[in-house]
């Protein structure tokens, strides 16, 4: 039945007795009641499922393996959860109502986390939220440490909040140094390997095009070292490298860099030099005397030396492989006159 308008209703209550129009009303009244309690039994449903969802978002958030933090637009915490308070040291009660900043925020970030906060108030465009950056955090007793951190903005009452998702990476950080320190030096002496040599022989060479410099390597190989590992044993024979590296590091200068390719053989890389050989004189002497000097290892006198090869650019090669080959050849061609 289409809908009457109240002109029409008016015409037909005016044709009713007054028992067909109190009925009229009953009904009427009835119709709107069972309206209003269905409405009322749906935003009841609608209460209970909004508490049920908050109840487990706030599970979700308390019971998170990572640190969830929210904040207001004046830096100050709202919300601090169970990892919040295992990973900065803080608990709840102290850090609700806080500013952040002043208590996981190492003091040189502090000043870059207010500007942060104003730009958002004046609706400037941040380059931090909505995207997982990598920073330092710091704890209540033990310091600074690396965080991975992810900050989503929202309003929350009618109030503008930042919710920051926070995970420490303190241990991935010490794996991938680790496998850094594994790939670029020697698990013996702790130098340099032949890969970091050849990437800061590279970064000199560019450098020395530019500056008009000359780079010089010098390729050390150990003369009588086998005999001291078929007489001594391995052990002592480690020693004595360990040893001679650190000897050889002692007659560079801080810019310079000894590296250890394998076996007994190093190579000293000695980066903006000027364009003269006499440059690298007081090197070469220095290690010389160094390796002649006598070694005591558990009460044994080792007594070693080294031969010296030189191979210096542009003048013998101009790329970084070819010059460590130069230094090499350089470097037997000294040995057969020892």
Known sequence: MSARTATELYEEMKCMTVEERIRFFSLSLAEVHRELQESIAQ??????ALAESELNHRQLVETAQDAVITI?????????????????????????????????????????????LMRFQAS???????????????????GQFPIELSIWPHQQSGKQLFSAFIRDITDRKQREHLAWLHANFDTLTG?????????????????????????ALLFIDLDRFKPVNDTYG??????????????????LHEEDTLARLGGDEFVALL?????????????????????????????IVI????????????????????????ADKAMYTAKKTV
């Open 72 to 116: 207001d637009l004046s830096g100050q915490v709202i919300n601090w959860n169970h990892a919040a308070e295992r990973m900065f040291g803080w608990r709840a009660e102290e850090s609700i109502g806080s500013d952040l900043s002043d208590m996981i925020i190492p003091q040189e970030f502090r000043e870059q986390h207010k500007r942060g």
């Open 191 to 215: 130098l340099p390997n032949r890969r970091l040599l050849v990437n800061r022989l590279e970064q000199a060479i560019t450098l020395a095009i530019s500056g008009q410099k000359n780079v």
């Open 124 to 142: 400037q465009p941040s380059t931090i939220l909505n995207r997982t950056i990598e920073i330092m955090a710091m704890h209540r007793v033990k």
């Open 43 to 48: 935003i009841e449903s609608m209460q209970h």
């Open 234 to 251: 391995h052990s002592v024979g480690d020693e004595l490298l360990r040893l001679v590296g650190f000897r050889l590091q002692s007659c």
């Open 303 to 326: 007594s070693i030396s080294g031969s010296i090869g030189v191979a210096v650019f542009p003048r013998d090669a101009q790329d970084a492989d070819s010059l460590l080959n130069c």
């Open 271 to 299: 980066p903006d030099l000027n364009n003269d050989d006499m440059s690298l004189q007081p090197a070469i002497d220095s290690m010389t005397a160094a390796l002649s000097q006598s070694f005591l290892i558990n009460d």
